[in-house]
């Protein structure tokens, strides 16, 4: 089976852009999840779809937003691109919801913003 | 609302010797603990979980951890460290999130590992 799938892998932006990054789960999977990591801030749970529903959300403004098609394939867009929000987008997709017990998260290899 | 604290921004062994990365979990009830490992450049790979079965569990790549609710620790350990060990190691607990009952993951701040000749 095919892992997780992110696209693009690498991105630079300019401030006050927009990017949209696209995760493709393990086949089957039905959950996506996203992550953005930073060196000062770690690892922060953006938001989690389910069956094409967000089911979760983190604490992130309202300039981070996902959706996720039929086939389980997930995109999510940053609008009005800050310095901030360079950082590696890490997604995640399980079978059933994710953090459920015994559920495990498969993750890719991530895409790497920078905004300049 | 669950936590999770590594006690260890870093950890440096000597190829051979064995390897201790600390966790200690906040919980209201069972929690299901993780733990990830994440190579240069790479995304997270799944170490090992539990899930309220066995106490000790054991991982891939000779990691094991044990749970011990007594202390709400969950620390990862392998006999003898390999140059290929050195990456980042997080400690996760799962959360069940206010008011949906959806459980999401939390993720510690990480352990650098660094392994020596």
């Known amino acids: 089976k095919a892992g997780v799938t992110q696209t ?3 991105l630079i932006k300019t401030r006050g852009q927009q990017v949209t990054l696209s995760c493709s789960p393990i086949s089957g999977h039905r959950s996506v999840s996203w992550y953005q990591q930073t060196p000062g801030q770690g690892l922060q749970f ?3 779809y389910f069956s094409e529903t967000q089911r979760n ?3 992130f403004p309202g300039r981070f937003s996902g959706r996720q098609f039929s086939n389980s394939r997930s995109e999510m867009n940053v609008s009005t691109l800050e310095l901030g929000d360079s950082a590696l ?3 995640a997709s399980t079978l059933g919801l994710a953090g459920g017990s015994g559920e495990t998260q498969y993750f890719g290899p991530g895409t790497r913003l920078l905004v300049l | 609302a669950q936590s999770v604290t590594q006690l260890d921004s870093h950890v440096s062994v000597s190829e051979g010797t064995p390897v201790l990365l600390r966790c200690n979990y906040s919980s209201s009830y069972s929690p299901s603990l993780f ?3 994440q190579h ?3 995304g997270l790979q799944l170490l090992l979980k539990y899930t309220s079965a066995a106490t000790l569990v054991k991982g891939i790549n000779g990691f094991e951890a044990e749970f011990k609710k007594s202390e709400t620790s969950f620390h990862l350990t392998k006999p003898s ?5 050195a990456a980042e190691y997080f400690c996760v607990v799962s959360e069940r999130a206010r008011g949906t009952g959806f459980q999401k993951l939390v993720f510690g701040t990480g352990t ?3 392994v020596s000749p």
């Open chain 2, 40 to 42: 240069p450049n790479k």
């Open chain 1, 57 to 59: 959300k983190g604490n």
């Open chain 2, 81 to 85: 460290a390999h140059m290929s060990d």
């Open chain 1, 89 to 91: 987008y890490l997604c």
């Open chain 1, 46 to 48: 953006l938001f989690e």
């Open chain 2, 112 to 114: 650098r590992l660094l």
């Open chain 2, 35 to 37: 733990w990830y490992v």
């Open chain 1, 8 to 10: 693009p892998r690498y």
